[in-house]
């Protein structure tokens, strides 16, 4: 019985944290009036991950709860997106992206097959995510406008579900870079 309430209340929480879970970087980004330290491809590999995974999930027809974070998520991201291309000045460029992203999820249904192997990739296509954030922070040796706070709800998130283990390491390495960024970025100022 205690591991049912253990299950329900990670279940529930990370509904919960995900419903906010962008609003600590979308708040970051809104008072730093930048996108610093943000990598546009880490949100797009992410972007693709959550759509191909809804997509899945949608395709044979499994309940609504197991995935209802992820619609949550994907418009969180839009959100974010819109703010990197704002602050970036090019609100044109986002048109491109929208569009890709929607012919991605108009072809993921075309051939089961198509729908499989993209499922099977989502895992390497969220792990490219981190790496690809973490690249850009190594960079820029600068955590700019990123917040750290989405980052550990991100890992807590990954630590309610059991098989994201590898994205719950990510999740806390690019954490700790951003912080360890931030605190040499103090130190300089």
Known sequence: ???GLLLQFCNWSTLVVCMVIKFPQIFALLAAKNSRGVSLKSLLL???????????QMYY???LLPYLEYPILIAQDVVLLLCIFHYNGGMKLAIPHIVILLGGWYILTLQKWITDLAMNLCTFTSA???FAQL??????????AVSALTW????YTCATRVAFLIMLALNIWVTATILLYRKTTTKDE
């Open 1 to 3: 019985m205690e591991a």
């Open 46 to 56: 992410e972007l693709v991950g959550f759509l191909v995974f809804l997509r899945y």
């Open 61 to 63: 027809s499994y309940p």
């Open 128 to 130: 490219a995510s981190k």
């Open 135 to 144: 690249q850009y922070l190594w960079e820029a040796r600068d955590s700019g």
């Open 152 to 155: 550990s709800m991100s890992a």
